[in-house]
């Protein structure tokens, strides 16, 4: 039964998290090949500081399910970012737990989200609050934590 439950958090997460894509043009068919021309890009960089070229890379490993390279690229494009808005560094997180999340790493996603949800509460942020109380929920639900995953979407709801 924990199982089954794990495994529909997931899907709902994806299918969550699709709708506020960075890259919804991602075909699976081309996916190798714009991974290999977004390091090419980031290769190019000559002073090494463009973060968004790095969050696309990212992105594009995640959605290759290339979790442990993705890691480093989101850790590279955290470095980068300096004084940036900030709701920018948490869609940047936002983005890395997801990718915890898909690669069954809950532990570390879970911080990770809810950092992501108290920069986006300072900011008076409500869209991207209700979006990290959603995520929270779907990983807290994987987690067999129903009580805390029905609170956090139920917060959720009231910030969207």
């Known amino acids: ?4 439950r794990f495994a529909l958090a997931l899907l709902m997460l994806a299918a969550y998290s699709r709708g506020f894509a960075q890259y919804a043009d991602v075909d699976p068919q081309t996916l190798p090949a714009q991974i290999a021309s977004q390091e090419l890009v980031v ?3 000559t002073n090494d500081k463009d973060w968004r070229a790095w969050l696309k890379l990212a992105v594009l ?3 290759a399910g290339s979790y442990r390279e993705s ?3 989101y850790r590279k494009t955290i470095t980068l970012l300096r004084a940036p808005d900030p709701l920018t560094v948490a869609d940047v997180f936002d983005h890395m737990g ?9 532990s570390k996603a879970e911080p990770v989200e809810r950092h992501a949800l108290v920069i986006r509460e300072n900011q008076h942020d409500k869209l991207g609050a209700g979006v990290s109380h959603m995520h929270l929920a779907m990983l807290l639900l994987g987690q067999n934590s129903l ?3 029905a609170a956090e979407a139920q917060i959720g709801r009231a910030h969207v």
Do not use: N
Not at 1 to 4: M, T
């Open 147 to 149: 009580q805390s995953a």
């Open 71 to 73: 890691e480093d690229a």
């Open 61 to 63: 490993l995640q959605d």
């Open 98 to 106: 997801t990718m915890y999340v898909a690669s069954g790493q809950l």
């Open 1 to 4: 039964r924990a199982p089954i």
């Open 43 to 45: 290769q190019a960089e």
